[in-house]
C-alpha cells in the first residue's frame, strides 16, 4: 500500500442546543441545530512501513498547537485505529498530518472534524470500501459531533448528537462573527456545570423550536438571529463570567444574534455582510477575545481534496 490521501471537514457552530437530562450512560439527550462552516481542518494521511499509527499536528500557519495531544488519545489517531480494525488491517500503517483551524476546546468540534477527516482519509487509503453509513457508524462510536462533520450543511442532532437530519435551507448563505478565546474550555465540565445549575428543577426532555427550522428553511435571517439559543450558555457563563459582556458588545454593535457555539466559549454572531464591520471592530477590543473570524455557512461534510 502506498501513496497519501487528503480530507478536509468543516466545524460547526449551533444555531440551537437544547439538553435533557443526563442518560445512563453519562452523557445528555440532545436537540440541536449543527451548521457547518467555512474552517476546514485538513488531514492528510500517508502510508507507512511498520504498523503504527502517528500524528502531527500544525496550525494554519505551520505553528504546533498546545493542547491537542499527539498520540493514541488523538482523535484522529482513533478514528485511524478504528478504520484498520474494522477493515481487519491489522498491520497496517499511517501518518496523519492535521492542519488545524478550529479553535482548540472551542466549541466548534475541531477535533470531531479531524476524526472525520481521519476516517474518511484512511478508509480511502486503505482501499476498505466502506460506504457513508459504515463511516457515519464508526463516526457515532468517536464521539456526538463527529457524525456531522461528516455530512455537514445544517441539521438536527438527537441521541447525544449523532442521529442527524439534514435540514434544507434555502439559496442564502449565512455570514458569522466568531469570537474565539485564548484557552478553551472542557466540554465534560460544561455539561456538569449546567446539572448544577438546574440541580434543583426537573429538567424535559430536550426540543428544537420548530420556528427555528422555518427560519431556516425559508431564509428568515432576521427571524433566526432572534432564535438562536443554548442550553449551556448560562452554564458557560458561570465558568466565564466575562463572556456574557462580550455577547451582550457584540449585539449591541448590529449583530442579528449571538451565542455560545456548543459547550463554549467560542461566540458566533449573525451578522448582516454589509454591517459586520463594526461588529468585528467592536469585539476585537473585548478582554478575553484572541481572535475574530468572519465564515460562511452552510458548507459541505468531509471530502477529498487530493
Ligand atoms: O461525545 P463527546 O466525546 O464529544 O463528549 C465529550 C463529553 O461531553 C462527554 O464525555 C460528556 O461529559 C459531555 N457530553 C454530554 N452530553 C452530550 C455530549 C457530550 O454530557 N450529549
Redesign the pocket.
Known amino acids: 500500500m502506498s501513496g497519501a490521501v487528503t480530507v478536509r471537514a468543516p466545524a460547526k457552530i449551533n444555531l440551537s442546543l437544547r439538553?435533557g437530562p443526563?442518560?445512563p450512560d453519562?452523557?445528555?439527550?440532545?436537540s440541536t441545530v449543527f451548521h457547518a462552516v467555512q474552517l476546514d481542518e485538513v488531514v492528510t494521511a500517508t502510508a507507512v512501513d511498520g504498523d503504527e499509527v502517528t500524528v502531527e499536528v500544525r496550525d494554519e500557519h505551520g505553528g504546533s498547537v498546545p493542547g491537542v495531544p499527539e498520540d493514541a488519545a488523538n482523535?484522529a489517531v482513533r478514528a485511524a485505529l478504528l478504520v484498520r480494525d474494522e477493515a481487519g488491517l491489522g498491520s497496517a500503517g499511517a501518518h496523519l498530518a492535521v492542519r488545524k483551524a478550529t479553535p482548540v476546546a472551542g466549541g466548534m468540534?475541531g477535533?470531531?472534524a479531524d476524526a472525520a477527516a481521519a476516517l474518511v482519509a484512511c478508509a480511502r487509503l486503505w482501499a476498505t470500501g466502506f460506504d457513508q453509513q459504515r463511516l457515519l457508524a464508526l463516526a457515532a462510536r468517536?464521539?456526538?459531533?463527529?457524525p456531522f462533520a461528516l455530512v455537514a450543511g445544517t441539521a438536527i442532532g438527537t441521541?447525544?448528537?449523532?442521529r442527524l437530519e439534514p435540514v434544507t435551507m434555502g439559496p442564502r448563505r449565512l455570514h458569522w462573527v466568531l469570537a474565539l478565546a485564548a484557552t478553551g474550555l472542557?466540554?465534560?465540565?460544561?455539561?456538569?456545570a449546567l446539572d448544577d445549575l438546574r440541580a434543583d428543577r426537573p429538567v424535559r426532555d430536550p426540543v428544537t423550536d420548530p420556528r427555528l427550522v422555518t427560519a431556516l428553511e425559508r431564509g428568515l435571517v432576521g427571524a433566526l438571529g432572534m432564535l438562536v439559543d443554548n442550553d449551556l450558555q448560562d452554564a458557560v457563563f458561570a465558568l466565564r463570567p466575562a463572556l456574557r459582556q462580550t455577547l451582550a458588545a457584540g449585539l449591541e454593535a448590529g449583530a442579528r444574534g449571538g451565542l455560545v457555539s456548543g459547550?463554549g466559549p467560542t461566540l458566533a454572531f449573525l451578522v448582516d455582510p454589509r454591517r459586520s464591520a463594526p461588529v468585528v471592530r467592536v469585539l476585537a477590543r473585548q478582554p478575553g477575545v484572541a481572535d475574530v473570524r468572519q465564515v460562511t455557512g452552510p458548507v459541505p461534510g468531509a471530502a477529498l481534496v487530493g
Open positions: 439538553v443526563r442518560r453519562g452523557s445528555h439527550a440532545l482523535l468540534a477535533g470531531s468517536l464521539g456526538s459531533d463527529v441521541g447525544r448528537g449523532e472542557s466540554t465534560p465540565a460544561v455539561y456538569q459547550s
